[in-house]
């Protein structure tokens, strides 16, 4: 699939510690996203940017903070890892009228 | 935010059979995309078909935007067909939006 890459791909943390995700893409797509799945949810928007330093909440943004600095890395932050946000997590790009490509997902558990 | 509904949430195949999975959504629409999300939890891009009628070997998809729905057809199922098949779809805001999907069970 396309260029997006996600770290780390596991990883355990306690509660009460920051945490950040990377992803980042080699396509020069306009627009990022950041997923979470949970088994009985599907697919959750948490935030997405639409262009460097242009973002914006979906609708599980409480508890994360997003940055993207430029084109190609888009970064999500738990400012202080909650068990609740045990999840994975899915950065996905596409650009202006293209199909949206997913990256292979962290996965994050917060003891 | 635009509203997706996919039907039916489960869908138990004997290995050759057809079948129809149907999405919904509330709005006028941009973009629409299904995926399948294999057992090993990854998504993989099926069709991009904001409209129209798109084929690829064994599966191909209709959407009717005029009607906001969008179907994908599974013909001659395989086991390797199950799995997750979500449909997601862009509205005005640039957000992406994924109904809950449907869980495919292809039974040798």
């Known amino acids: 699939d396309a260029g997006i890459t996600q770290s780390p791909r596991h990883k355990v943390t306690e509660t009460g510690t920051p945490v950040t995700l990377r992803c980042h893409q080699t396509?020069?797509?306009?627009?990022m996203y950041w997923y979470r799945q949970d088994p009985g949810h599907g697919l959750r928007l948490i935030h997405y940017?639409?262009?460097?330093?242009?973002?914006d909440k979906g609708e599980v943004s409480d508890g994360y903070s997003v940055s993207r600095s430029k084109t190609e890395d888009f970064l999500l932050t738990l400012e202080s890892a909650t068990s609740s946000q045990t999840s994975v997590y899915f950065c996905?790009?596409?650009?202006?009228?293209?199909?949206?490509?997913f990256g292979n997902g962290t996965r994050l558990t917060v003891t | 935010g635009i509203q997706v509904e996919q039907s039916p949430p489960d869908l138990i195949l004997q290995e050759g059979a057809n079948s129809t999975l149907r999405c919904n959504f509330s709005?006028?629409?941009?973009?629409l995309q299904w995926f399948h999300q294999n057992p090993w939890g990854q998504l993989i891009n099926l069709f991009y078909?904001?409209?129209g009628t798109k084929q690829n070997g064994r599966l191909s998809a209709t959407t009717v935007a005029t009607e906001r729905y969008s179907l994908l057809y599974i013909s001659s199922s395989q086991t390797t067909d199950s799995g997750v098949y979500f449909c997601?779809?862009?509205?005005?805001?640039?957000?992406?939006?994924f109904g809950a999907g449907t869980t495919v069970t292809v039974r040798a």
């Open positions: 996905a790009t596409r650009d202006y009228n293209s199909p949206l490509h």
């Open positions: 396509e020069n797509h306009r627009y």
């Open positions: 940017s639409y262009g460097v330093k242009d973002t």
């Open positions: 709005d006028s629409v941009n973009n």
């Open positions: 078909i904001p409209s």
């Open positions: 997601a779809v862009v509205g005005n805001d640039y957000k992406l939006s």
